[in-house]
C-alpha cells in the first residue's frame, strides 16, 4: 500500500494538481490498499499465524478509521465527530493552527469593525462613478497596507479554496479576489476641489487621501446632480488587489490595483 501511495505521489508531481484533490486521491487509494490489508490478516489467521493476523487487522481497523476522517473532510466537506486532527497539532505545536486562530482574530475583528458613517434610507442611495488616476491607484494601496498593518483587511477568500475559487472564476470569467467583495473605509468624504467632487478616504480624518473624482451620480452629471441636492458620500468600499483566476489545470494568483465603490446619498436642496 505504501508503495502504492508513493508511486502515486510521484505521478501527481509531474502535474499543477491542488493539496484537495491530492487528499481525495490518497484516500481512495488507502481505502483499496487497507481492505488488502484485511484480505492479508484473515488469510494468516486461516493458515494459523494468529498473531500476525491479529496485528494486521488491528492496523486494518485503524487505518479504516484515518480513511473515514479523511473521507469526511475530503469528499463530503465537513470533520468527523471523532476527527483528532486539532488535539494532534496542538500537541505537536502545528503552526498552521496558529496561523487559522490569527484569521480567526482577523475575522472577528473585522465583525466588531462597523464605519461611522450614519444610515440612509436605501431609495436616497444611488452608485457613482469615481475616475481614479494613478495617484489615487496608489494612494488606495498605501490605505490598505494600513487597513492590513491592523488586521481589518481580509486576505483569506472569503474561505475558500483554490477549488472552489476555480469552478467560481471559470463559471463567472472574472478573477475571485482575496477581500471578497470588499472591506468597508473607516473614513470617507466628499470635498469640492475647485470645480470638481473629491472622494477623501482613509485611516482617520487627519491621515485622509484623495482617491478619486466623482464623475456620475446615478444616471446624471455630478454637477447636475449637485445642483439640484445635497450630495454626502453613503458608502466606500475597498475592492481589487491580490486575486486569482482560472488557469489551464488550476489558479493563478495576480494583483490588480485597489479600487473604490461608492454610493451617494442625496438630498433635495430647498
Same mark, same amino acid.
Given at each position: 500500500?505504501?508503495?502504492?501511495?508513493?508511486?502515486?505521489?510521484?505521478?501527481?508531481?509531474?502535474?499543477?494538481?491542488?493539496?484537495?484533490?491530492?487528499?481525495?486521491? *490518497?484516500?481512495?487509494?488507502?481505502?483499496?490498499?487497507?481492505?488488502?490489508?484485511? *484480505?492479508?490478516?484473515?488469510?494468516?489467521?486461516?493458515?494459523?499465524?494468529?498473531?500476525?493476523?491479529?496485528?494486521?487487522?488491528?492496523?486494518?481497523?485503524?487505518?479504516?478509521?484515518?480513511?473515514?476522517?479523511?473521507?469526511? *473532510?475530503?469528499?463530503?466537506?465537513?470533520?468527523?465527530?471523532?476527527?483528532?486532527?486539532?488535539?494532534?497539532?496542538?500537541?505537536?505545536?502545528?503552526?498552521?493552527?496558529?496561523?487559522?486562530?490569527?484569521?480567526?482574530?482577523?475575522?472577528?475583528?473585522?465583525?466588531?469593525?462597523?464605519?461611522?458613517?450614519?444610515? *440612509?434610507?436605501?431609495?436616497?442611495?444611488?452608485?457613482?462613478?469615481?475616475?481614479?488616476?494613478?495617484?489615487?491607484?496608489?494612494?488606495?494601496?498605501?490605505?490598505?497596507?494600513?487597513?492590513?498593518?491592523?488586521?481589518?483587511?481580509?486576505?483569506?477568500?472569503?474561505?475558500?479554496?483554490?477549488?472552489?475559487?476555480?469552478?467560481?472564476?471559470?463559471?463567472?470569467?472574472?478573477?475571485?479576489?482575496?477581500?471578497?467583495?470588499?472591506?468597508?473605509?473607516?473614513?470617507?468624504?466628499?470635498?469640492?476641489?475647485?470645480?470638481?467632487?473629491?472622494?477623501?478616504?482613509?485611516?482617520?480624518?487627519?491621515?485622509?487621501?484623495?482617491?478619486?473624482?466623482?464623475?456620475?451620480?446615478?444616471?446624471?452629471?455630478?454637477?447636475?446632480?449637485?445642483?439640484?441636492?445635497?450630495?454626502?458620500?453613503?458608502?466606500?468600499?475597498?475592492?481589487?488587489?491580490?486575486?486569482?483566476?482560472?488557469?489551464?489545470?488550476?489558479?493563478?494568483?495576480?494583483?490588480?490595483?485597489?479600487?473604490?465603490?461608492?454610493?451617494?446619498?442625496?438630498?433635495?436642496?430647498?
Amino acid at each position: 500500500m505504501l508503495t502504492l501511495l508513493d508511486m502515486a505521489n510521484h505521478f501527481l508531481g509531474y502535474f499543477n494538481v491542488n493539496t484537495k484533490l491530492k487528499g481525495r486521491i *490518497y484516500t481512495v487509494l488507502g481505502l483499496v490498499g487497507d481492505w488488502y490489508l484485511l *484480505y492479508i490478516g484473515i488469510r494468516f489467521i486461516q493458515n494459523g499465524g494468529y498473531l500476525r493476523g491479529i496485528l494486521l487487522i488491528a492496523v486494518f481497523l485503524f487505518l479504516l478509521y484515518c480513511s473515514v476522517v479523511n473521507v469526511f *473532510y475530503y469528499f463530503l466537506k465537513r470533520r468527523f465527530a471523532l476527527d483528532p486532527s486539532e488535539k494532534i497539532a496542538k500537541v505537536l505545536g502545528d503552526e498552521r493552527l496558529k496561523e487559522q486562530e490569527h484569521q480567526l482574530t482577523d475575522n472577528e475583528r473585522m465583525g466588531q469593525f462597523v464605519p461611522s458613517s450614519g444610515l *440612509y434610507d436605501h431609495k436616497q442611495v444611488v452608485p457613482t462613478k469615481v475616475e481614479i488616476n494613478g495617484t489615487g491607484h496608489k494612494n488606495l494601496a498605501t490605505i490598505a497596507a494600513q487597513l492590513q498593518e491592523v488586521n481589518l483587511l481580509p486576505q483569506d477568500y472569503a474561505g475558500q479554496d483554490d477549488q472552489e475559487i476555480l469552478a467560481k472564476a471559470r463559471e463567472t470569467h472574472e478573477p475571485v479576489f482575496a477581500v471578497g467583495a470588499g472591506v468597508p473605509l473607516p473614513y470617507f468624504d466628499l470635498r469640492q476641489v475647485d470645480s470638481h467632487f473629491v472622494v477623501y478616504a482613509g485611516m482617520n480624518q487627519m491621515t485622509a487621501l484623495p482617491i478619486g473624482r466623482i464623475a456620475r451620480v446615478g444616471l446624471s452629471d455630478v454637477k447636475e446632480a449637485n445642483q439640484r441636492f445635497q450630495l454626502f458620500i453613503a458608502t466606500a468600499v475597498l475592492q481589487g488587489g491580490p486575486a486569482k483566476t482560472a488557469g489551464r489545470s488550476s489558479v493563478i494568483e495576480e494583483r490588480y490595483p485597489y479600487t473604490i465603490k461608492v454610493d451617494v446619498a442625496f438630498n433635495e436642496r430647498h
